[in-house]
Nanobody, 124 residues
Framework: QVQLVESGGGLVQVGGSLRLSCAASGRTFRNYAMGWFRQAPGKEREFVATISWSGGSTHYSDSVKGRFTISRDNAKNTVSLEMNSLKPEDTAVYYC?????????????????WGQGTQVTVSS
């Protein structure tokens, strides 16, 4: 079992920045690929970013590429999502997810463990 707890969400103005964190516990964190997903009201959950077990490979959705950065600290069992130049369409609940895998994954159903989510609201 892997437990994931997100933090860092909140209310921010358009063009602002937020840094989300996800703390993992329960298993050897470095063996897990990690991902961030989000779900806006009335919409399905969608992929945002993912990072390989080593942190050496990352992948982003087109909608956040160049604005968001995913990173991980295997010594601290954390994965982060730095979000810059935020837009109203970034408003959503953001979820952290984990999968026992060396490689990054962008497919939601591949992930085995999920956090409870943290709300990000971008106001115009």
């Amino acid at each position: 079992q892997v437990q994931l707890v997100e933090s860092g969400g909140g209310l921010v103005q358009v063009g602002g920045s937020l840094r989300l964190s996800c703390a993992a516990s329960g298993r050897t964190f470095r063996n897990y690929a990690m991902g961030w997903f989000r779900q806006a009201p009335g919409k399905e959950r969608e992929f945002v970013a993912t990072i390989s077990w080593s942190g050496g490979s990352t992948h982003y959705s087109d909608s956040v590429k160049g604005r968001f950065t995913i990173s991980r600290d295997n010594a601290k069992n954390t994965v982060s999502l730095e979000m810059n130049s935020l837009k109203p369409e970034d408003t959503a609940v953001y979820y952290c997810a984990a999968k026992y895998s060396y490689y990054y994954l962008e497919v939601e159903r591949e992930y085995d463990y999920w956090g409870q989510g943290t709300q990000v609201t971008v106001s115009s």
